[in-house]
């Protein structure tokens, strides 16, 4: 099954806008064993849109075009997708019903320009999965080769990709024979590299190639830490899901403690969770890191209940005389855990990290760009690790962010035991 | 003319990696006056490679081509250009000494394998620009419509950007046989809505479109402010220099204090450039911005010696123990004042912003999210405005940061003066 993906609008020519559509779209088909061998970007031009269209078709057995589904004039899909079928433009006044609803139910005044959004070209359906004003269509087109499918979905993320997820794949799926479930999971670590995650789960990686229960990829995404997706099919979702949770311990039960979540939480998230849980509030106490660590933690939902505050030191005196550091190198084990210390004190908190260290590019007190030292303090107790982090000044910082904290969040999991 | 552009890479359809690059390429070619009508993703893939680039070629006047120029045996858009225009590869031995020598200078081995990126196709020339080891190819190929010509770049952006402003966009403009030159200028403002900047601009405008001297365009760009881009073409880079540092003096006059750079300087290297100039030091105190603003200050370079550091003073009685903020609402003009007054205090520092307000999604102390109070305090005197900012959690975070450092940049300037 090949499905590839045209993305309109000249927006997306001239730059203003990243076509960030058709890569999402692009990874969903990947993970449902569907080939993506080409994607299009090209403008609101109705030739243009048409000729795309038939070309793609000429290719792949089916197509998602991405946007051009407004209300506005330079709106022109639906146009394009009538052409290419050879049918014209129908009200369909089910869907004119439910937009003026939408409209009424928010005591919003529909401009009759959004009706335009109730012609679809003649024999389309609309997909089930309707988030916003703009409906998606199934358009079933006929060619030598046989009957394909032109899906239309609008350009706005969230809209295109329920309708993707809930309606597309699943149809998609069902063309091409496959009734079959794929679902994926994702393990989330830090503190080791890629490669060493691969040695750790060799032996593990060679049974799966051997029994092809699920598929196993590594995925190096910054400070959201490196994950560890596993992939499964199964005749139904409820079987792959079973499946996956197996194999998600038998992952977790390998990579011990690097792992730091399963899914989509983050190592703040997790902090301000395993706090939360243990009655602990925090702070920080920051050089290198210049405020990103309480950034991020101020930034998680609830955060109000557990983050106290930080202080961002950047200065070297302002070390000594607010958190209380001893005058001397700050570079040092001794200043981090001092700083974790302050931090406890000055903000009133039950823990904190600390951060102080070398962004580069120049070295400081002797020592290259990239050593940091990372504190922590809880329950009173201060400790320090030091590490030599790769990369520009902007990664330095932020892998200091995401280790100290992962190093917390292991302290607070021991802390629990 | 026409450029298409085609990005090789079969991570880009896998959506491991988004396609920035063509986007970035889109913008430049419209600011130089060409049209960029269609631009394709495809995989590693030869015959595909191959088919992209034949039918590129068939709609436009030049094809650039993104990626697949490394040393490894998938880097294959050399291959696909060969055999397009129908020739051998050739092992180009001055590229080969300078890619050796390139590793030698860098005290690095050099694996055979790079030599791969010595082998061009006969009749390509290698583009002056070449800022890594894979050179640039300029590919001329005939066609039933005249020759034509295939550009091929790196994918690696700041590569590929370096040998698309200083080789391809002359050389494709010389091709276009419009020998006069393009250039463009950023006034970046704050404080003044879209709508509003027209309305300011609207006579300007007016004149511009008359006389044609150059364009106007407004981009809205979150924390790095609001742009307004100004394009002139002019006989010689001199002229459209000397033509836009007029245009700039003008568009700056009429839009007064609401600009705060030109070009690429952001509102923190402004901030931090004038607190340089004038002799200051700064810190933060931040509740609803939880430690953004004084990321944003120590990312800059040479902040260290005008950036204190911070105190993000997120649980409200640690504005009252450690700022000093007299107990009481903390969402108000005199806590926003005294928080920058407290951190004048306690880091040491001649000038402060402050930030107080609610991020929501719920409201606090009676007032809805996006209620923000911004404080500043110079030399001793303490000044706060409110806001009402529109958007989401994040969006209130990252508005309130520019606009209180928008806020001191204006009270720095009016010091100076």
Redesign the interface.
Known sequence: MRCDVVAVGTE?????????N???????L?LSGID????????D?LD?IVG?LR?ALARADAVIVCGGLGPTQDDITRDAIAEVMGVALVRDHDLEDRIRSMFGSRGRFMPDNNLRQADVPEGASILDDMPGTAPGLRCPVATPDGEKVIYAVPGVPWEMQQMLTGSILPDLRRRSGDTSVIRSRVVRTWGQSESGLAEMLAAYHDELEETGRCTLAF?ASGIEGLKVRLTAKAATAEEADALLADEVRTVCGVLGDYVFSVDDESVEEVVVRLLHEQGL?IG?A?SV???????R???VPG??AV?????????S??KF??LGVPEGPVVTEEAAMAMARGACE???CDAAVSTTGVAGPDPMEGLPPGTVWLGTCVDGEAAAVTVRLPGD??RV?QFATISVLNLLRQQLERRAR
């Open positions: 997306l020519l001239l730059g203003q806008i990243v076509d960030t058709s890569s999402w779209i692009g990874e969903q990947a993506s061998l080409r994607q299009t970007k090209v403008g031009n243009r795309e070309d995925l509030t920080a920051e890191t210049g405020g990103l660590i309480t950034a933690l101020t930034d955060a109000s983050v106290r505050g930080g202080v961002v030191s950047y200065a005196d302002v005389s607010v000055v903000l009133g000044r902007d910082r």
